[in-house]
């Protein structure tokens, strides 16, 4: 039995977009569900690659559990360890992709989604992170494969995921209509995605329809916690409709929320 049939799956928002959206990816969930050794017992007929992989989950459960706990390098150690015992753990490969992505080392963590999509060929979440890691990485046309195969793996239960992802990623790469068609099918799926919401938002002040804008980015703000983004173009909304009080607000909780950015982004607030 994989890891993941166990419930250890969670949607992780990581790498962010140069736009008010997010990418979403999986990873296993070390937070819902406690691993317990006794579900693959080893007995005494078992064969050493056998005993390999139980001996490789066992592993993955503790570096879970370490990661629950912010210890980084014990859960590094765990998962190589598991990695090393059952070569083929899509589990471990994910693992180690977060842990690296949490590192700042990004091209190690795409090689590590990528290996766990090539071993999960009709696994959504390992095809939706690998998409997701590619379009974050400058490769948003190549993404949109991956995504479309997630979006028709059996079984996936956050369709809604990939398809705010593709639709994010479209729109990176001009194609309007395409990503408009992904998003508003995740969110008849989920009508509180944030990232199909804030994508939905640009694609409206993209094409100068402000109050649909306003509408989408103000269920944006309401889905999820704010980030920089997501302010930056409800301010850039409200200047188009000439509402400069609302504007205002939102630069004050720009600043006030994220200071580092707030300063550059209030300038761009101004421009017509």
Known sequence: MRLRDAGLILLLTATALPACSRLTFVKPDY??????????????????AVKERIAARERIGLATHRLQSGDWDSAEREARAALKQDPQSIDANTLLAVIENHRGRSAQAGAYYKRAAELAPTGGPELNNYGAWLCGNGQAAESLGWFDRAIAAPNYARVDSALA??????????????????LRQAM???????????????????RGDYFEARAFSERRLGSAPANASALLLASQIENKLGDRAAADRYVRRLKQEFPKAGAANAVETRQP
């Open 31 to 48: 937070s819902k569900t406690e691993y317990k050794q006794t579900q693959d017992p080893v007995v005494a007929h078992d064969n050493a």
């Open 188 to 206: 008849q799926r989920d009508p509180k995605n944030s990232v199909a919401l804030g994508a939905m938002a640009e694609l409206a002040y993209a």
């Open 165 to 182: 992802n593709a639709g994010s990623c479209a729109a990176q790469v001009g194609q309007s209509d395409r990503a408009e068609r992904y």
